[in-house]
Nanobody, 122 residues
Framework: QVQLVESGGGLVQAGGSLRLSCAAS????????MGWYRQAPGKEREWVAD???????NGAASVKDRFTISRDNARNTVFLQMNSLKPEDTAVYYC????????????????WGQGTQVTVSS
């Protein structure tokens, strides 16, 4: 089985920074894309940023100049550096990864972490 475990959330004042981490573990053969999503209270989950296995990145317009996604392929870990945080960034942040496992080599499955709360106070 595969697990994604996030860490690094918390409470920060507007203008502050946080760094989220997400480590994938288990019977992993290959990780394609890793990314971050978020869900604010009363809203649908939205895509924040993603990064390919070749380290090509994409980010939502709302965070593009403030958030940086990076990845350590050797440790199956993805990071989200969040700077200049705003109250509207408050949400549960979820890590996601497209993974091929040892047991199912021909199938790409998207896995999700349990989420980590980020709260930005004004």
């Amino acid at each position: 089985q595969v697990q994604l475990v996030e860490s690094g959330g918390g409470l920060v004042q507007a203008g502050g920074s946080l760094r989220l981490s997400c480590a994938a573990s288990g019977s992993i053969l290959r990780i394609i894309t890793m990314g971050w999503y978020r869900q604010a209270p009363g809203k649908e989950r939205e895509w924040v940023a993603d990064i390919s296995s070749t380290l090509r990145t994409n980010g939502a317009a709302s965070v593009k100049d403030r958030f940086t996604i990076s990845r350590d392929n050797a440790r199956n870990t993805v990071f989200l550096q969040m700077n200049s945080l705003k109250p509207e960034d408050t949400a549960v942040y979820y890590c996601s990864a497209e993974i091929v496992t040892v047991q199912n080599r021909g199938v790409i499955v998207r896995y999700w972490g349990q989420g980590t709360q980020v709260t930005v106070s004004s």
